[in-house]
């Protein structure tokens, strides 16, 4: 199931961006939960086009309509299942993607893995597909929340060269929603909008890198081999449009340190085992260890620019190719609600394994 | 499932350090396929200790016994199983490993998860696990070989700020294995030896990045949305011990060029479609383009240092701890045949389930 | 996910009966399959309410949209998603059974898993939930056909102690959907019809046995061990609702034969190995053998009858119920198509399966 | 995964007849169960070879060895694998095998499916695959005992025509095993021995039912939809060799009743919901409801027998074949064990997946 994610908290979302609709089914949702189809709308609009000036202006309202698994308010434990319909279609904007394969987009590989493609819009390639990733991810946030206390933060610290100095503090969700860009630390926020601007005058694009951190997860989330948090979250990370790198705790930097200096070493403080430092990340042999889970993502500069650029057509012609109409400059901005959706699912669904294998059974 | 690995080519792996012994079932396999046992004992012996002098010089011969699957030299299509018995046991020198968790190893995160961990040479959390993926990695990799043709590399690019140059030709097995630190680039990895060496004299340990190349790869293997191949690569990589980064392509280095400068041109190449750069690592969307596919991994450095550190016990007392006995240095080295298997083992499952979507039916 | 069904050719069905849709998503469908929304909905007519005089007159027009996956008229290897909105409403119907389990219904048992239920009209626990897979099934089915010459017929073979004599010939679909029951042989389907008619009169119900037969199945198809082609029949049928038995081949009345006599000795036959019976029901050691595959399925008596029924409430108390409105009186009829989808779904999953291990590899 | 069962605890069996071994992986066994070798040993003695005058006299100890996941007496959470050498080999006994497939047998399509087949002894499709699903289920069945005082019991209940009285109590385990048939009703048991030599002495064999009771199931396991509690039983049971159908409550039977007559009245009794009959068989909408599950299994006859029978050959000539040697003339004493291995399996899962979705959040 390829567009499956999770195994006890499975969401499996459908659409591409020119079709009828983009959605999600949510299999596995504990019962009882409250919840409201604000809740949902409220995170799908922080990943709108149209929400700033540095985004794409496209207009899609993104109104998000829950088809099952509702009633009185309340979660039933049967599918979840919610659904955006598309807008903002302007087929004839993507003619010439019927003809030419975009460079460093999904359309040349599509069209190899299936021999053929919906062309409009990039298709399923489209990151209209996260609108289901968000609206499920809205869910398991709050599960998290009302369950375990657990808070997910992810926000902007690199744009190309401007990076956010180190911070130290937790950053409330104010801090990041205060600048377009979200970014915690306002005057790198604005030199990083600055950049945006600059670039998108060019018809360029730029990226950068988004950090995330997870406070309140307890000790003892994850598994021993293939299925190690770091792993799993890693995967999330990397199944998202335009990312080319994760890392976790010290990253590739901790690669230049000495045992020594990287192992944290482990103290009792107010009775609970914790850590003096956090190069770990959070996570050690593939599970939690009740430090903050802090990690980075890559994301590259956006592929559609309106610069010329050189490519082939579906006929094994070459040529040359321009975008035209709405695009991000920078994906960056609306990627920052998609990562703590993704998050937020990775974490209920080991939660739930947690207590399916250690939680259940006392002897 | 989290010892298991791999939608249709499935591997699961099971064993403690100090068990009776680990092992390997994989599921799936294709059947017909010849293969005999000293062709998996060959990769095996690349991970083996005591292969030199810059690992740990623990005696284990890893002895790898087939103990189902095969007949009169060639794969069933049933489950090929296979298992070593684990030798060089001291349980004497892990005496002080089951009152005090080792800084920066699963000792306390395992008890947390559990409740009981075998604490005999780190139990399950012991890099002897990955003895089972590179037997299973070994047939992947002979399937990729006889059916397309696909060549797999790593080897090691950085050991602690030692860095290789930029290398342009694909390395040869013979160059990688020529020094045992296997860094195809000789000057370099001669610094690299003396580096471990040199910390190793300190009880210390250093850290470094792993590249692998993969050449041959046809451009549709991977799937559009969750289970990219970058994605399932990135997760392939951070499952296993002591890593904390995963990049594709250009990485996080990416994220400082321009659209303009990151986009690779698509031109006609004798009738093929290609690129002339390659930043995308030889996937876009998801899905492999047909060019080589480039990524690299980091790895922490060792945890297990013969310095003292500052540690608490299982009755939570902050105590000390020192370790002793025979340690990797760097675990780098042995990791080159690790990474190549876990790439192997993606990219057969991603091929299988090619053949199964897009290769069955033509209408 | 327990909402989901096939490994490969994976459906996801979602939606209760009162709420907003019912809907299915295919995940894993080869893409290239020319498909319209009428072949679906022709398949949709079949188990609609409302088709006969013999079935609940329940409105329901039951008509499908198609949401994704689908391009100019052809599959696009994405995942193809499938709406039916819920029409005929009535919620006042239902209040009684806010209060009160319906015996040998789900209501309890929902209550007792999930300590919250959708009540009205039961829920997900509603027949309505077939609709995605007969949707679903339509699409396996048109696969099935196209690309191997397989065909799937289901019929009523018997209702109540009403019993089809021996059929020899493989049923055409015009003599199955002859009359409104199902059943090919004329003279019985009279007599079944009339049976239903006299039991609805009384506001009782009655079930019976449908017959599933495949021909044009190569040899190969199923695995050897868990997933064997007569398990997962079995675990499709009794997945559908009021099912209470599955026997393929010989079945229980096999258990009375000798080995003698139930043996299925092996012929030549046009240079093609075949057998001169079919105890086996076309599959040996779970695997398909060539002969028609040959199935059946119980369903019990409809549940929902018109008659007062001792019962207990939500609050603990004894209590009556007598249904109200409008029901099947046999479910048979309208399960026919179903039966012939969950068919088509399980084939085209071990058609697949075949492909991706024994078919991808050739050494 | 074809040689995988289970969500959650997860078994995944391999091994050939006369190969190496035949093993097992439990993986997702609750930790700190207390676990000896001997009560698995106890319950592969159960089925093993030459325990009784009415099964095969093969030699076969069957002794089973813990190769991880166990320490110092109790499971860690980690891969629990558990191994048989295969010992009492005669490979030149079945020389004839690997030219002539056996008619009823896999032989024919093992080789159509894979182009391969490990002829001995029938290779992976021998029943001592089944050892593996025997250790595992002694694990789960202890885990439903000290965790939740679930009891299951399974006894054969016809032999060819002869059935046993209809039985109120549940048999104890003591009734069952006091005579080699495993038959509850010592004058039916001795009636069902007596055929079976009889038929044996003919060189023939019988089949014949086997009833399976689970007690102390609580109300709310199983699923809504595909995964319901009677699908998974049927799988499971489905999946083991010989067997041809599966019915749960009233099964084929109750298709005769009306509505009026199978429906099971809800009365409050002790406080609690239960019902005055059970023709559901202890499950209403995939969902235990909390009365006894109730199950049938029919076994074909042994397809193994003495007399000459018409074939083909692996040339495709048509031949004659008499299997030699030591075989079961009847499978069902030895298959017991096997049932309620199984359905202990999926009662572990099912239990496991209740707890993740149901049991982990409160709200």
């Known amino acids: 199931m390829p567009n499956s994610f999770g195994k006890l908290f499975t969401v499996t979302t459908w659409g591409e961006s020119h079709g009828a609709s983009v959605g999600v089914v949510v299999d596995g949702c504990p019962p009882n939960l409250p919840l409201s189809v604000e809740e949902i709308q409220t995170e799908l609009d922080r990943r709108r086009p149209g929400q700033s000036d540095i985004v794409t202006p496209r ?15 309340k979660t039933t434990g049967t599918p979840l299942t919610m659904m955006v319909r598309n807008a903002d279609q302007r087929p004839e904007a993507y003619a010439e993607m019927r003809e030419k394969f975009r460079p460093s987009h999904a359309d040349y590989t599509y069209q190899a893995k299936f021999g053929i493609r919906d062309h409009r819009g990039g298709g399923r390639s489209s990151a209209r597909e996260t609108i289901g990733r968000v609206a499920a ?21 690199q744009i190309q ?9 937790f950053p409330s969700r104010e801090e990041v929603e205060a600048t377009p860009i ?6 790198t926020a604005a030199a990083m909008i600055e950049r945006i601007k600059a670039v998108r005058s060019q018809g360029d694009s730029v990226g950068g890198v988004i950090e995330c951190r997870v406070r309140g997860v307890p000790a003892g989330l994850g598994e021993p081999v293939f299925d190690r948090l770091e792993a799993d979250l890693g995967k999330a990370m990397l199944s998202l449009p335009a990312t080319k790198g994760f890392e976790i705790g010290s990253g590739f930097a901790g690669t230049r340190l000495k045992g020594s200096e990287h192992n944290d070493p482990f103290v009792m403080r107010d009775g609970r085992v914790t850590t003096t430092t956090n190069h770990s990340g959070g996570v050690q042999g593939g599970i939690s260890n ?18 010329p650029q050189q490519t082939v057509d579906v006929h094994g012609a070459d040529t040359e190719l321009a975008a035209r ?13 998609i990562v703590e959706a993704m998050t937020a699912l990775v974490l209920v669904d080991h939660w739930m394994r947690q207590s399916a294998q250690c939680g259940t059974f006392k002897f």
């Open 59 to 73: 207009k899609e309202e993104d109104r998000v309509e829950i088809l099952s698994g509702l009633f009185e308010g």
């Open 137 to 157: 991810g809205a869910i398991a946030q709050k599960i998290l929340r009302l369950a375990g206390g657990i808070e997910i933060r992810a926000f902007v610290t």
């Open 161 to 169: 060269d401007i990076c956010v100095p180190a911070l130290t503090a």
């Open 182 to 187: 979200r970014c915690p630390h306002a005057a």
């Open 290 to 307: 009740g430090a903050e889970i802090v990690f980075r993502v890559a994301f590259k500069p956006t592929a559609t620019i309106l610069q």
């Open 325 to 337: 109409g709405r695009h991000d400059p920078c994906v960056l901005p609306r990627a920052v609600p």
